[in-house]
């Protein structure tokens, strides 16, 4: 039997005595199955003085644990072409993959026992921790993350979690020893904190019977979630540039702070985002900086939906002596929509695409079970897909102006820009 | 465990010719109310000549641009009232357009490539518009040094065949190019006998072909785009290039010329990149955007297990002719690039005097197995593969492709590795990072290698 999803998700949930949720959405698409456990363990719990300690847990984590060493593990999960990844927000810390159908339940042994008893041997915290070290040295060396980290700084502070960077600093991470990446695992990484999703060619019943064998006799207190507090409200525009020698191409970084994703307003400040920088090729940003004069490969604006005061960042990589002609024709649009909003006809045309677009976003199992997860960490339920095309049509053109008029002021916005130096007399 | 015996690819694709020559395929997959539409053209940029190149690329940025019953501003919404996504690739061998939306919009999404094919406008002023986007996208590939690097040496190991230069182009051709010279290639290359349609997802398949028909069946065939190839001459020995520039991390590449994806030799040396680097797939649009299975592979366990690189990865990808195997190195910080490509060569080199074992060879072919299922798991993916095959290697390669690599034998991936992988087919690129003004680093970073 073909097992589809024409009619939307119908996925099943349970929640064991240990506080674990766990998921399961059967689809027969194809005879695979993606695993996403999702823990409440991202840079947001970390400490202040050892920022990037999540982010170096994830890739330490799958590197031995009491029952397998990193040997057996890799052995185990490459004899199967399965690949684990291991994800770190400033929320949470995921472990994904794919496996064969087939391989569901040493695959799923193997992904909770890497959560659930990791050993972090010294050899292996060298290792990923020089690793880690690269990473951050080629981040200083990429200028669109340099424009993005410094605009992060610029909006929360450096030392809000949103305003820090998840990797860490190289300070931080020279601090970080096994004992400190096992205390942060023993808090955070937790069935409490857990929500499991599987989703694939596999029984829901059956899926969630063999994750309970799983988790059950895991035992922990519930984790304490920290508050993500508001950045201070700006007063005044603020810059800042990351000068570059050697690249060709500045990359800009253009944003403000907003609203939670657990805000009323929601729905309206995504379709205000969608008007201005996602709808076709990147909304009314690339309508004027592609289409109109020919400026940039890309510009768009994206809108980063966190529990906390989340980003609203415009995006633009242009001729370094463009950076000037750039930034006015973002502010051009920023204004305009903020002061008069978008049109009718834009607000539908988005409303029709937001709505249309909800089947391709559970294209693939992999993209249905991180969906399930925004559900289950939002508490947006398990019906979600099903009621948001009413949520979308309920947003009125007011709310969706109130939105434009709160944040698309560029008077308060903060600006970053990474890229090769130039006298101010080469500007275009 | 057992070998699976999931099949790869999909039964049941049904295909027809329309009497202008176009190719349809069509697979019905009814798992969502989704369908995704992908026209594949004959044409990359191993088809362009010096002076040109970049043509085909800039050819696929036009097509969006508007056609004669298109307005340029209409081209978007069309899809996006379906909620549907688009986008377009250029490469070597083909280029190609998709559109994935609600399985509604099946006959709009038809409309638009009929018109992509037969209508397109190529206004004087978009052209020019469009030259500046190119090189925007052109100049954001070089702050990757990664990528400059693959540009240099992909230039130094493919002399003569048009393979060697970038697809998106030489900033100078890019400069020069006409908006004549845009549309003589569009016109000489955009006919129905040098395309292929692909249809998957939730639609009847007759239902396809007679829309297919319908937007599609008077668009006149052209004369077959004859295609001067160029065999790259023999290489007498190891090439190297260096680029030295501000940067803060060291890369290392080593290229070896490939066979195309319909010689003997592809299948076992996807297995050979399997040991190597771990198995990835064949899938272009889908398979190389996350890390695959590698740590029992041979470099990753000699070079990151090693301590001298932070990442290993390889790319053995089908093409119509040779190109190349490319593997690719990122020095861990405080390494120098001479120990990191000493470690690498000896890998390859106890790989070409030993070959592989048994063990090895049933990881491969199990990961291969496995990655031929995960690539084809939506109607996206499925789309390409079906096209993407057609177009550079025949529709026999996805049918047959499992069943290759389970026949493959130990000795056959050593005797690719012996043949292939030694000094004289063999161009290794560093990239040498000069310390120059960036932000300032952390104080605990230790210092760039000199």
Redesign the interface.
Known sequence: MTVGLARGLRPVRETLDNGAVLIAQESSATPAVAVNATFLAGSLYEPDHLTGLAYLTGRVIDRGTERRSAEAIAEELDERGVSLRVGCTRHTMTLSCTCLAEDFDEVLAIVIDVARRPIFTDDELTKRRAEVMTALRQDEDNPAVQAVEVLAEMLYGATHPYGRRTKGTGAALQRMDRDALSAFHRRHVRPSALSLAIVGDIEAGRAIERAAAELESWRSADPVAPAVLPPALPAARRCSTVPMTGKAQSDIAYGFATISRLDPRYYAYWMMNNVLGQFGLGGRLADNIRERQGMAYYAYSAFDALPGPSPLVIRAGVDPRQVERALAAIDTEVRQLGAEGPTEKEVEETRQYLVGSIPRLLETNYSIASFLQTCEQLGLGLDYDRRLPALLQRVTMDEINAAAADVLRPEVAAVAIAGPELPAEAQL | ??L?L?PAVRPSVRRATLDNGLKVIVQE??????VSVWSWYGVGSGDERPGLTGVSHWVEHMNFKGTTNIP?EQM??IV??????WNGYTWIDQTTYLE???SAALEQMLFIEAERMANGLYELAEC?????????????G????DQLLDTEVTASALRAHPYGHPTIGWLDDLTSMTRDDLYEHYRRFYIPNNATLVVAG?VDADEVFRCAAKHFGRIPPGPSPSRPRVTEPAQMGERRVTIE?????AYLKMVFVAPAATHPDFVPMLVLDSVLT??KGVNLWSSFR????????RLYTEL??G?VA??VSGALLPTREPFLYTLSF????GVELGTLEAAALGAVERLRDTGIDPAELT?AR??????L??E?????NIAHQLGYFETVAGPEFLASVQDRIDAVSPEQVWDVARRRLGATTRTVGWFK??S????K??????A?PA
Do not use: Y
């Open positions: 465990m057992t699976s999931v997959v009814h798992t969502a109310p989704l340029r978007k919404g996006e009232r379906f909620g549907g996504m994935t939306a609600g020019e518009s469009e030259r500046t986007v190119i090189i925007s996208e052109l100049q954001g070089e702050n990757d040094p939730d520039r501000e940067g803060t991390t771990g198995a996350g890390a695959p299975p590698q740590r029992k592979a990151v297990e301590g932070s990442m990122t020095a861990l910080d990881r199990r990961q291969l197995r496995a990655r299922v995960f084809n798991d939506s109607v996206t990072p000069l120059g003004s960036r932000r680093s952390d104080p605990a970073m230790p760039v």
